[in-house]
């Protein structure tokens, strides 16, 4: 690949602002069978949970309230692509980060097991325990068995209920915990994977979730079990196979244009879209390439002249305006960030909320995929969706 060489894509083009998220999952083998059930929809707060004041960066969180328990024990949960389980804080944990979260009583619910962490049942107390790690923490925890609710819909299910959690950074967090919607090879078990267990009980209208992330105050996030909000759309979506066995949301990508023309900077490119970070990052090799292409100069004296950063992803161009990749405080730089994720799993771009709202994505299990359609806000914006364990819905 040589530096200025380019060619015109024969791609739709897609631009994406960053003010609204609907992502969709969908099991379409099951999908006619799937009208037993109904659906239900869970509202979300849309909080900053970070500030960088020098680059006037902010990171938000989006979260909202699951039951678990009988009676049912209440906590906020980050509803995550990006990880496979549902994790909350238990009354066993002393860690600074439990203390100051709502903590899960085992003692004081009628409907507990206790299970190992492949999700086998046992006798007594002592059942399996697990360490988990994430980009800047980890957590331990025990694996249990309770009755878990997403507003209406309820399953009985594994979690993970913590005993240990670093100060860093869960202990900064607004929210209790995280419930994991990555594809089920990403939970401990099957029976970890919150889908799953909906599915397999065939408790939804339709095998699907929907998110609805918005930037504007007037408007209300949301995730919706089992079904799609037709007024969050204003067009039919398209599906783009899921790539890979890693159990993240992820999609290929053919290549990145400058103002809808192709650079060729990608050859098999993927990219995991993933609701639980507000990270934007690549491979080193290929930012470097990438920053060096866009030539953004620090005093920010080019920045009326940048381009349409787009990606090509089932012949459509996913477009990134300058403010949604160009971060400007004191001078302005490229705020992608290097991500070396190793083989198999990677190399791997992950695209956080940044990327995500503002748009509508669908996911669907085993066969189908993740997808994107025109999104009806009152920013008038195109948005994308996603479906479960198969297609991107763009």
């Known amino acids: 690949m040589t530096i200025g060489t380019s060619s015109r ?41 970070e500030v960088d004041t020098l680059n006037r960066n902010h990171k938000m969180a989006y979260y909202g309230e699951i039951q678990v328990g009988t009676p049912p024990q209440t906590f906020s949960v980050v509803y995550d692509t990006g990880s496979g389980n549902l994790i909350v804080p238990s009354t066993d944990c002393q860690s600074e ?3 100051k979260h709502q903590m899960y009583d085992r003692g004081n619910t009628s409907t507990i097991k206790t299970v190992t962490c492949n999700g086998e049942l046992v006798d007594g107390e002592s059942g399996g325990a697990v360490t988990i790690s994430f980009g800047t923490g980890k957590i331990m925890g025990d694996c249990l068995q309770d009755k878990i ?12 209920a913590s ?42 209208k339709q095998p699907i979730f929907s998110v609805f992330l918005s930037e504007q105050d007037d408007e209300t996030s949301e995730i919706t079990f089992g079904d799609v909000v037709g007024e969050h759309m204003a067009s039919s979506l398209f599906w783009v196979p899921i790539t890979g066995t890693s159990g993240y949301w992820e999609v290929r990508i053919e290549d990145i244009t400058f103002n809808e023309t192709r650079q060729e900077l990608c050859q098999d490119c993927r990219v995991a879209v993933d609701t639980g970070t507000s990270m934007l990052a690549g491979p080193p090799e290929l930012m ?12 920010c004296s080019n920045y009326g002249s940048l381009p349409k950063m787009g990606f090509i992803i089932g012949n459509h161009i996913l477009s990134l305006n300058p403010p949604d990749y160009i971060s400007k405080g004191s001078g302005c730089s490229v705020s992608f960030m290097d991500l070396d994720i190793p083989p198999p799993r990677g190399p791997l771009f992950i695209f956080g909320i940044p990327f995500c709202s503002g748009t509508t994505r669908c996911m669907t299990s085993p066969t189908g995929g993740l997808g994107l359609p025109w999104q009806n806000t009152k920013a008038l914006c195109p948005r994308r969706l996603w479906r479960w364990e198969g297609q991107l819905l763009l």
């Open 9 to 49: 894509a024969s791609a739709v083009a897609v631009p994406v602002v960053r003010a609204v998220l609907l992502w969709t999952l969908a099991l379409l083998p099951l999908a006619g069978a799937f009208r037993l059930g109904t659906s239900h929809t869970v509202p979300l707060t849309r909080r900053i949970i």
């Open 97 to 99: 980060a439990c203390l």
């Open 149 to 160: 609710c997403m507003g209406g819909a309820c399953t009985v299910g594994d979690f993970i």
């Open 163 to 204: 005993t240990q959690e670093s100060s860093h950074p869960f202990a900064t967090f607004k929210f209790d915990g995280v419930l994991g919607l990555a594809l089920s090879s990403m939970a401990q078990s099957l029976d970890f994977s919150i889908m799953h267990r909906l599915t397999t009980h065939r408790s939804l």
């Open 288 to 299: 470097a390439r990438l920053k060096e292409r866009l030539g953004v100069h620090s005093d």
